[in-house]
């Protein structure tokens, strides 16, 4: 339901220092636009506009305009390829995964994105803050804008996902969120010491650490794992096999 939660909660580029002459394209990093684009395809992820901010590090932000848009730091473009591949993955898989609102939002806030989506599957969602003065609107306008096709299968899983948001912190969901990703992208850019490299640079509850203590971040620490993993060694195979 991404796509249609983000519509409510509109964005504004401005806040990014980005706009029309940062788009990128044919004129402008063109370089860029080719990984992001390459990534699209093998991941099979939604569309995205992109955005070449004239300063910041190697990080790329996400924004829930429509489509999503990727901010993408000047230093981005000074890192070597393999990085670039990884966090070009990273980006669009965090914003299929519905980062776009549950990387901006706080936790409270996010608790209110999910009884949102639950109550609209027809679940019993647990109170998480749902403003009840608000919720009548806001299932209004998902009803109008969310696909039948969609409805249908958010519905299928509005149940089971009542029962396991009784369980879950929303910390615990932007984790999972943000490793997840970074999983995708490994088996994509597939080239494990880039990835960590990438992420040390360009996450950014990871980059303002000191070196060591960066090392031993849960994110960081996931993405070790995985790399090590038969799982990951299987996925590539699969990941090359099919190109």
């Known amino acids: 339901l991404a796509p249609w939660l983000e519509s409510l909660f509109p964005a504004d580029l401005t806040r990014r220092g980005v706009g029309g002459r940062h788009r990128v394209g044919p004129q402008r990093a063109p370089e860029v636009l080719q990984v992001l684009e390459e990534a699209q395809r093998a991941l099979g992820a939604r569309p995205f506009a992109a955005f070449l901010a004239d300063g910041g590090g190697p990080e790329i932000s996400i924004e829930n305009t429509r489509p999503p848009s990727l901010v993408l730091g000047a230093a981005f473009t000074g890192r070597p390829e393999g990085e670039r591949r990884f966090l070009a993955a990273r980006a669009l898989a965090l914003a299929d995964l519905g980062w776009a609102l549950a990387g901006k939002f706080a936790p409270r806030d996010v608790g209110v994105l ?92 990871v980059a303002v650490l000191p070196r060591a203590e960066a090392l031993s971040h849960p994110d960081v620490h996931d993405l070790v794992c995985f790399a090590l993993s038969d799982e990951h060694v299987e996925l590539r195979a699969a990941a090359e096999e099919g190109r």
Not at 118 to 135: M, N, Q, T, V
Not at 150 to 171: C, D, F, I, N, S
Not at 177 to 189: D, K, M, N, T
């Open 114 to 205: 999910l009884e949102l989506a639950i109550r609209f599957a027809g679940g019993e969602a647990p109170s998480l803050g749902l403003p009840p003065a608000r919720a009548p609107a806001f299932l209004a306008a998902l009803e109008r804008a969310v696909p039948p096709s969609v409805q249908e299968r958010a519905r299928e899983l509005g149940a089971r996902a009542a029962a396991e948001v009784a369980a879950l912190a929303p910390r615990e969901l932007a984790t999972a969120i943000r490793q997840s990703a970074s999983r995708v992208a490994l088996v994509h850019a597939g080239d494990a010491r880039s990835a960590l490299e990438a992420l040390l640079a360009a996450e950014p509850r």
